[in-house]
Each structure stands twice: as structure tokens, then as C-alpha cells.
């Protein structure tokens, strides 16, 4: 049984930096791409950053330059580092096990966890 636990979030003021990790079980760690998604409320799930087995990444336009994602695959988990946050990165986020780097949509992973809220209070 694949289990994917996210864990780090919380309430921060804007510019302040926050660490998410992700935790996986279940799976060949190394052969997933990992990748970190959020949802706002009334918005659909959109893609964040992603990683692959060669410490290959990919980001969105929204974070490039601001989140910084990263994997250890002998501890079987996947970061992300978020720094000057803006009220606009407010969403709960969701570690995900994919195949491809090269994969944007949330219906193109296969597993995910449950999620963690993040806040960011102008």
C-alpha cells in the first residue's frame, strides 16, 4: 500500500520562508518522479515542482525562482522549500508520485497524500 505523508505547514507572514517535506512508503522510491501540487480554495489542483530519480527539476512560472524542491532517496522523501512567500502561494499542498517530469496535471500522477495548509497573511 503506497502512503505519501505530507508534513511542515502552517500560517507565516508574507516574505517568510517555510519547508514542506514529504515522507513515501510502499513504492521504488527511485523510479517515481515526485512532485508537489496545491489547491486554494475554489481553484483547481495546479502544479508546483517536480523531481526525478536524476535530481532533474521542473517548477511553475507562479514559484521559479522562489521554491526550491529536493529528494533523498535513501530516506524516501521529497522537500520543498518555500521562500518569499506571498499570500497567493495560500493552499493546501499535496506531495504526489508520478512518471514523467514533464507531467503538469494532477489526473497524470498516480499516488498522493493527504495534503498540508499552508497560510501566508499579508
Known amino acids: 500500500q503506497v502512503q505519501l505523508v505530507e508534513s511542515g505547514g502552517g500560517s507565516v507572514q508574507a516574505g517568510a520562508s517555510q519547508r514542506l517535506s514529504c515522507t513515501a512508503s510502499?513504492?521504488?522510491?527511485?523510479?517515481?518522479?515526485m512532485a508537489w501540487f496545491r489547491q486554494a480554495p475554489g481553484s483547481e489542483r495546479e502544479f508546483v515542482a517536480a523531481?526525478?530519480?536524476?535530481?532533474?527539476?521542473a517548477y511553475s512560472d507562479a514559484v521559479s525562482g522562489r521554491f526550491a524542491i529536493s529528494r533523498n532517496d535513501a530516506l524516501r522523501t521529497v522537500d520543498l522549500q518555500m521562500n518569499s512567500l506571498k499570500p497567493e502561494d495560500t493552499a493546501v499542498y499535496y506531495c504526489?508520485?508520478?512518471?514523467?517530469?514533464?507531467?503538469?496535471?494532477?489526473?497524470?500522477?498516480?499516488?498522493w497524500g493527504q495534503g498540508t495548509q499552508v497560510t501566508v497573511s499579508s
Open positions: 504526489a508520485a508520478g512518471r514523467s517530469l514533464s507531467d503538469r496535471k494532477a489526473s497524470e500522477y498516480w499516488y
Open positions: 510502499g513504492l521504488v522510491f527511485d523510479t517515481w518522479v
Open positions: 523531481v526525478n530519480w536524476h535530481d532533474m527539476t
